[in-house]
């Protein structure tokens, strides 16, 4: 893989973290935000190697950790397996609308408990606060109503001349 694509990816994933660090810190519509790192590294791990989506992954979480305040590596780790289980999912995935909505729930809900257990055994307790179930559902869902223009953006910057029914 060149290694324009995999800045072209890494580029993509930080704005999406830059977004929901910044932008989504102060508006945040009914209380929640959706999770755009994590439905920015499903975007890039559908269409890259493995080996560029982890570091991709991993560098992006690092950045989130760093301005988002959490200890360092918690993002990191979540967003990096995410990108793992992308990866190896990818290519069993339906086709389908539904099938890739359902995935990114899913996804979605796996990077954002992942995060939730590893902050919990590095004393955040996560998932001790009240409402955490919300915390998991709400931000998956607002990712499953936003992957399609994420999709179509991931899939115009890297994959330009391939045209699916995504983007």
């Known amino acids: 893989m060149r290694s324009a694509k995999i800045l072209i990816a890494l580029g993509f994933v930080v704005v999406a973290v830059l977004l929901q660090t910044t932008v989504f810190q102060h508006f945040h519509p009914f209380g929640y935000a959706p999770a755009l790192g994590v ?3 499903i ?3 559908r269409l890259v190697d ?3 989506a982890l570091f991709v992954a991993f560098t992006g979480g690092f950045v ?3 301005l988002g305040g ?3 590596g918690l993002w990191a780790s979540s967003l990096t397996v995410v990108a793992f289980v992308t990866f190896k999912v990818r290519d069993r995935e339906i086709a389908g609308p539904i099938a890739v909505l359902a995935g990114v729930f899913g996804l979605s809900i796996l990077g954002l408990l992942t ?3 590893l ?4 004393g955040q307790s996560i998932i001790n606060r009240p409402g955490f179930l919300g915390h998991l559902i709400v931000p998956a869902a607002l990712n499953t109503m ?3 223009p994420v999709f179509w953006a991931a899939q115009v910057l890297l994959r330009p001349s391939e045209r699916t029914w995504v983007a």
């Open 70 to 72: 959490a200890p360092l």
């Open 39 to 41: 439905l920015a590294v």
């Open 146 to 148: 936003l992957a399609y």
């Open 64 to 66: 989130q950790d760093l």
């Open 43 to 45: 975007a890039v791990g």
């Open 115 to 117: 995060f939730a257990v």
């Open 50 to 52: 493995a080996e560029p």
């Open 119 to 122: 902050g919990t055994l590095f």
